[in-house]
């Protein structure tokens, strides 16, 4: 998936608010303004995970992770569905993810 970087972060809010099974994580100090980018991530199990962009007000909560707002999008590969704003769009039944995939995720930021 191209050249390795490490990024630091932080599961979002923190260990207490963050739903137990289902945790967001942020990269701290990454903020994106123009440009096309890419990221991969290794899934080591197949179930529910979204993964995802997010923009300035995205603010995750126990109830709320990427994708669940008007500040973030996300794909879930369980579900083969995009998610934005609380709704889920375009079902993609040949897209699933399986056990130790390698997912990646790409933008285009004019």
């Not at 303004?33 to 995970?49: A, N």
């Not at 126990?62 to 973030?72: I, L, P, Q």
């Not at 879930?76 to 995009?82: E, I, L, N, Q, W």
């Amino acid at each position: 998936c191209g050249i390795k970087h490490r990024f630091h972060g932080r599961l979002a809010p923190d260990n207490d608010n963050t739903r137990e099974n289902f945790p967001t994580f942020i990269i701290d100090n990454l903020q994106l303004s123009e440009g096309k980018w890419y990221y991969c991530v290794r899934l080591p199990v197949g179930g529910t995970i979204q993964i995802g962009w997010a923009t300035n007000g995205f603010a995750p909560n126990k109830d709320h992770g990427v994708g669940d707002d008007k500040y973030s999008w996300s794909y879930d590969g369980s579900r083969a569905v995009f998610f934005y704003e609380e709704g889920y769009y375009n079902q993609f039944n040949n897209i699933r993810w399986k056990d130790n995939d390698i997912c990646g995720c790409g933008i285009e930021i004019n």
